[in-house]
């Protein structure tokens, strides 16, 4: 029998690094907006962070389900092993998601309790961005698992590495927040998210900073990959570091939109730093995308169907992001 012309596993590999990516940049400034609404300076600004990401948040987390549902079909032992390992830190992402969703729907048509939904889309955001970076902390740092198991226990997962990596999640998703409330909004408001956008990046590179100290004793792999020899993974942090100096740049130079794009930047080459630092390894420390990959014949059925569906999530979001372009109020929306 002859071997397959395509590689359907690093096919679909890259198709879920995608959706992943795609959910933490679409998702992850309305995410931060929530973890910034305690400190948002009047109920005004509050409107307008609402009305930035209404007609798009609903979209956002199209990527998420895109993402879940094509790593059970393509990497059935990721979820085998995930759910026992994370299943508290699974709980509490959704549940901050649902928390969230339901405080963002009632806060548009309360009226004496809109503080109560005001600090529910908060706790929700935040709660549902930790628990995000916790997993991501999890994984860097590996799963206790024999024979295709996960052997360990509940709370395995909470760490201080975990706890660190989720803190920098809620910074990081801060910063995006901030920096799409620049590109969205105009004057008092504005100017106080010039304000806060620097502090957040300082908080973001301190933590980022201590995270990558940390992980090469968190995981052996990962230290020798970084540390033997001259490594190419070394490039995803000096671009860090340059869309970092890019976005101090734009915010002296007062600029609207390209805070947000700098901000972008950093999270895709942190992102591709992460992935290069783990390749080919889904389960670590044991299994590679092969290992846990489903059946040739299983992977092609499904790959045909996301063809489909990839390009219209693709052209809806854009579509939607362009029809709502502008600058938003507190009263109207966009204009």
């Not at 809620?170 to 909004?185: D, E, F, P, Q």
Request: aromatic fraction near 18%; charge should be negative.
């Amino acid at each position: 029998m002859s071997e397959p012309i395509f590689d359907l596993t690093i096919i679909w590999a890259g198709i879920i690094a995608f959706g992943v990516i795609m959910y933490v940049l679409m998702d992850g400034f309305d995410l931060g907006l929530g973890v910034l609404f305690p400190f948002a300076p009047s109920e005004e600004a509050r409107d307008v962070m609402m009305n930035s990401v209404a007609p798009v948040w609903d979209g956002n987390e199209t990527w998420l389900i895109l993402g879940g549902a094509g790593l059970l079909a393509a990497f059935p032992l990721v979820y085998a092993v995930f759910l026992p390992a994370l299943y508290i830190g699974v709980f509490l992402l959704l549940a901050g998601l649902i928390f969230r969703g339901i405080a963002f729907e009632f806060r548009f048509k309360a009226r004496t309790s809109k503080y109560l939904w005001n600090w529910s889309f908060a706790i929700g955001s935040t709660v549902a961005a930790f628990a995000q970076g916790a997993v991501v902390g999890a994984y860097i740092q590996g799963f206790n698992v024999e024979n295709m198991a996960y052997v360990g226990g509940a709370f395995d997962w909470l760490t201080p590495f975990t706890v660190m990596t989720g803190l920098g999640l809620v910074a990081g998703y801060a910063l995006l927040g901030a920096t799409w409330l620049i590109l969205k909004s105009e004057g008092d408001i504005q100017q106080w998210a010039f304000k806060i956008t620097p502090y957040l990046l300082i908080a973001v590179l301190v933590i980022f900073a201590a995270i990558s100290v940390w992980t090469p004793f968190v995981d052996a792999f990962v230290a020798e990959r970084w540390f033997s020899g001259i490594s190419y993974i070394w490039l995803f942090p000096v671009l860090t570091l340059l869309s970092a100096a890019w976005l101090v740049r734009a915010l002296f130079q007062r600029r609207d939109g390209t805070p947000f794009v700098a901000t972008m930047s950093m999270f895709i080459f942190t992102y591709l730093g992460l992935l290069a630092s783990k390749f080919p390894y889904v389960v670590p420390p044991d299994y590679t995308l092969w290992d846990a990959a489903s059946a040739h014949e299983s992977q092609l059925f499904l790959l045909l169907g996301l063809l489909f569906v990839i390009p219209i999530v693709l052209v809806y979001t854009a579509w939607t992001y362009w029809v709502f372009r502008g600058k938003v109020t507190a009263n109207v929306g966009y204009h």
